[in-house]
């Protein structure tokens, strides 16, 4: 077919014009093309491509407008279809510590029998050679609500039976319980007169004496004897820490509870080019600081200048900009030291009639009185930093919000970024002030679901109104309050797919047994892309990072993640299997599954 000139005129502008847009276009050190590409923007939008040059994104769209950022030197990625989104922000949880755990002794939150319980912890003493009677065995993750048969007791006589004169301490994987034997009751003089400490309990046995459970504050009593990890031990736990993270697509995190140890660690691997994840950390105001709240802060605004790195970057860095509270423990029995509302519960029955009714205990008061954690609050915003508050029931949280409603009233209290982490247990009249009162939720998903320390810790002890709202994910959802995801690993194994499929689901995995079949209590999940906002803007809000990580836009940080499928097409109980591909921080690629070879 003859093309007259008009037709030939227009065919050399439009070719002129498409050159003139690629010389125009600034050439990409890598482009991925064929894709989902979720952004996590305004709209949720999903493209088909993307380009990244200098560490930061450059262009979102079709393959057409990618093809103009690619030149001679681009590393094309052809994702097959593949979901391309921004890397994973976990907004709580404790690296240093997960890592360590690694290392140590470990149960593996497992089920266990008292027998077997024993004989794990047996076997890591007889595989210790170099453990004198003067040695501490530390042992963690201790499911201690997933102990078989279901409500069998711990106690020292538990650990006095094993073959050993050295002290023993079990950690609970939920970090406010510890086990522990005769020998580590007697090295930490912990006798029948001792009493307990501020926000701590010594359990005690029928005749008062000391049981062998540590609680909360009452832990530090053994653990302060416990000789601290060397350095070279922080820096290992270090890199197990980030290299746990990067093969689950983290690229960010908060440290919720941090120490000068943990911070000296990273900042060395940071130096070294080997931080692989921006790490973000809370300095711990204890609530016996709340007596001189001006000091507290001074000594955290201390730590923040020896460690904080600066305003967030390409590579990698640390910031030390937040503060944690403890307003109470936990709600979960046999601990209970969650505040609450109500009394909880007691078997005023038998076994084989059990008869529970409202007991005389609503748990501890919470560990920060109000004025003193009013007195607190005002000192972080006059610092500018932004509090982080464990408040595990639904009389924590009451007294949280009070004491932040009352923050909000001040200039510079506005300008704060509170967050409450955990809020298991949420009265129904306070779902609506997280919203009111702009503070995050920051939420584990995966206790959203029937499970031992849901089922036979929880349900019993609330009783059936209170249990039908614990773990109120989507009811915070409904009432406008931004959600936030934090694993509170090791509280939990690091599992980030698996905590969201439970957000979406609140189902257990398909082998957890009968008993724990279905979904926990009669509200919904929440909506797949609210499960993924969560672990992404909405968590780069609470570390102020928003503007730099969270989503896949132009200008960002090419903080991202390729999975092996698609989060939202596959079945919900899926969503447990998949599996990172490829993690890249700050354009970097810092993780790469083997069997995918991307580039």
């Not at 993270?245 to 990273?266: C, H, K």
């Not at 900042?267 to 950390?281: I, P």
């Not at 102020?544 to 132009?554: A, D, K, M, P, Y």
Request: net charge neutral.
């Amino acid at each position: 077919m003859k093309m007259n000139w008009k037709q030939r005129g227009a065919g050399v502008g439009c070719s002129l014009l498409l050159a003139a847009a690629a010389a125009a276009a600034p050439q990409a050190d890598t482009v991925y093309r064929n894709g989902y590409v979720y952004t996590v923007d305004a709209r949720d939008s999903v493209h088909q491509a993307l380009a990244v040059r200098a560490g930061r994104i450059v262009y979102v769209g079709d393959d057409a407008g990618a093809a103009h950022h690619t030149g001679k030197r681009t590393h094309v990625v052809d994702l097959g279809g593949r979901m391309l989104m921004p890397g994973l922000v976990d907004g709580h949880l404790h690296p240093q510590s997960g890592g360590a755990r690694l290392l140590n002794c470990n149960l593996n939150y497992a089920s266990l029998t008292v027998p077997q319980f024993q004989a794990r912890i047996q076997s890591c003493l007889d595989a210790d050679k170099q453990g004198g009677a003067k040695h501490w065995l530390v042992v963690v993750n201790w499911f201690q609500q997933g102990m078989q048969p279901e409500g069998v007791a711990t106690g020292v006589a538990t650990l006095d039976a094993l073959k050993t004169a050295r002290p023993v301490m079990v950690r609970s994987s939920f970090g406010h319980s510890t086990l522990v034997n005769s020998r580590a009751l007697q090295l930490a003089g912990i006798q029948r007169g001792t009493v307990d400490p501020v926000a701590g309990k010594i359990t005690r046995d029928a005749r008062g004496e000391a049981s062998g459970l540590l609680e909360d504050a009452a832990q530090e009593l053994v653990m302060k004897l416990v000789p601290p990890l060397t350095p070279a031990e922080n820096l290992a736990a270090s890199r197990a820490a980030l290299a746990a993270l990067r093969q689950q697509g983290v690229s960010s995190f908060l440290d919720a509870y941090t120490d000068p140890e943990t911070m000296t660690a990273f900042s060395q691997l940071q130096r070294r080019g080997e931080l692989t994840a921006r790490g973000h950390f809370a300095v711990l105001i204890a609530p016996e600081d709340g007596t001189a709240p001006g000091r507290a802060v001074a000594g955290l605004l201390k730590q923040s200048r020896q460690f904080d790195q600066g305003a967030t970057r390409v590579a990698p860095s640390l910031q030390v900009r937040h503060a944690k509270l403890f307003m109470d423990g936990v709600i979960a029995a046999p601990a209970q030291t969650g505040t609450l509302l109500a009394p909880y519960y007691i078997d005023q029955g038998t076994p084989q009639q059990p008869h529970w009714v409202p007991g005389a205990s609503k748990g501890p008061d919470s560990y920060f009185p109000p004025t003193r954690l009013q007195g607190v609050l005002r000192e972080l915003a006059k610092a500018g930093i932004d509090p982080h508050i464990h408040a595990d029931g639904d009389g924590a949280v009451r007294d949280a919000l009070d004491a932040l409603a009352a923050l909000r009233a001040t200039p510079q209290g506005r300008a704060l970024r509170p967050a409450l982490a955990h809020a298991e247990l949420v009265d129904p009249a306070d779902f609506a002030r997280f919203a009111a009162l702009d503070t995050s939720a920051v939420l584990s998903f995966q206790w959203g679901k029937p499970a031992p320390d849901m089922v036979a810790a929880l349900k019993p002890y609330l009783g059936p109104l209170r249990y039908d709202v614990v773990e109120p994910q989507s009811l915070l959802l409904a009432a406008g309050a931004r959600v936030v995801y934090g694993s509170d690993w090791p509280v939990d194994a690091l599992d980030e797919w698996f905590a969201l499929k439970v957000g979406v689901t609140r189902t257990a995995a398909p082998d957890a047994g009968a008993e724990f079949a279905g979904q926990l209590g009669p509200h919904p999940g929440m909506p797949r892309a609210a499960v993924l906002r969560a672990i992404t803007m909405n968590s780069s809000y609470t570390l102020r990072q928003e503007r730099q990580t969270g989503s896949l836009e132009v200008g960002k940080l090419a903080d991202m993640i390729v999975l092996d499928r698609n989060f939202f097409t596959i079945p919900a109980e899926d969503i447990a299997n998949i599996k990172v591909l490829q993690t890249m921080v700050g354009g970097k690629i810092v993780y790469r599954d083997k069997g995918w070879p991307g580039l």
